[in-house]
């Protein structure tokens, strides 16, 4: 198609695409490409300006490595993310157990046995015991699900972002018993920044927002027959709870970490206060599919600096 005017480069692309053998290729690139050409035309996109957005994409890529995923970064830093799991998961309201993948999930967490620690290097923080429950959506017992665990220090770092933890410190792969639990002992996690030194940090920096996110566990369960549930359990008090730099935060995600100040703990080492976490999933039916590991190793050399954005 010979182009004569600029509404005719939209309708040559989708001639082309029209093409293609796959029915949702079709679909969603058709959609991408309509929604793309009517952005340019709506904002009346300057060259300048297109220019520094393909500069920023080139960025994106240049930023990611084996450590670190700036793509997932900036995803939900849009709330993009937060937006496909709202879609496809309950009925795009806050009655679903399922929440953000997140940048730092590793494959191959170690197996741990019901009641062990993930806490694989001396850790800062206060002693931690969690419960989880897996049900399905009739609240029958998920026996024999595979639970990775995984959460920040009280620092601010997963440990594939320091060099200080040990390798896959703080995470655990746990396998729900007849009953459907799990039990585990860790520190309470700390809200963290998150990293800035990328194009994200350039989004945050243009919008006057801080890089925080609220103190969570995340967990990912998965067993056949039932969708694999990915999810993340905020600590109720968080400063941060209602402006969450990632939009991760829901109402039914908000969990209920309990002081003790003079009850035994579970443990006898422990001596001081200690918290406590019981929570139930419920997971849906549906195909299990592990997610693309957005990461697969751990940072080299000294510990980061992340500053914080006011």
């Known amino acids: 198609m010979i182009i004569e005017t600029e509404q005719d480069v939209t309708t040559a692309v989708l001639a082309e695409i029209a093409r293609a053998p796959n029915a949702r290729f079709r679909e969603v690139m058709s959609a991408f490409v309509r929604h793309l050409h009517d952005f340019a035309r709506e904002v009346k996109l300057t060259e300048e300006e297109f220019r520094e957005a393909m500069n920023t994409i080139v960025k994106i890529g240049q930023a990611s490595n084996d450590t670190h995923n700036e793509a997932v970064l900036i995803s939900g830093s849009l709330g993009f993310s937060q937006l496909i799991v709202m879609l496809n998961n309950g009925d795009g309201h806050t009655n679903t157990d399922a929440s953000l ?155 209920d970490y309990v002081r003790h100040e003079n009850e035994k703990a579970p443990a006898p080492d422990v001596t001081g206060p200690w918290y406590s976490l019981d929570y139930t999933f419920t997971m849906e039916p549906g195909p299990t599919k592990l997610p693309r590991a957005p990461i697969s190793g751990k940072a080299k050399g000294e510990r980061p600096k992340i500053p914080h954005l006011a």
């Not at 429950?133 to 026996?143: E, L, M, N, Q, S």
């Not at 566990?217 to 694999?228: C, E, I, Q, R, V």
């Open 101 to 255: 993948l997140g940048p730092f999930w590793r494959m191959h967490s170690p197996p741990t046995e019901n009641g062990g620690s993930i806490v694989r290097s001396p850790t800062p923080g206060e002693a931690m015991f969690v419960n989880a429950r897996f049900v399905d959506k009739a609240g029958k017992p998920i026996a024999g699900a595979e639970v990775d665990i995984w959460h920040s220090s009280t620092e601010g770092f997963y440990e594939n972002q320091d060099p200080v933890q040990a390798d896959m410190n703080l995470r655990g792969k746990f396998l729900t018993d007849k009953d459907g639990r799990i039990a585990f002992r860790s520190i309470k996690p700390a809200g963290y920044p998150i990293p800035i030194d990328g194009p994200t940090g350039d989004l945050l920096r243009a919008q006057g927002r801080h890089n925080m996110r609220p103190a969570h566990l995340h967990f990912l369960a998965s067993k056949d027959g039932f969708k694999t549930l990915i999810s993340q359990i905020y600590v109720q008090d968080d400063k941060f709870i209602d402006s969450d730099v990632q939009f991760g935060v829901t109402r039914k995600l908000i969990g």
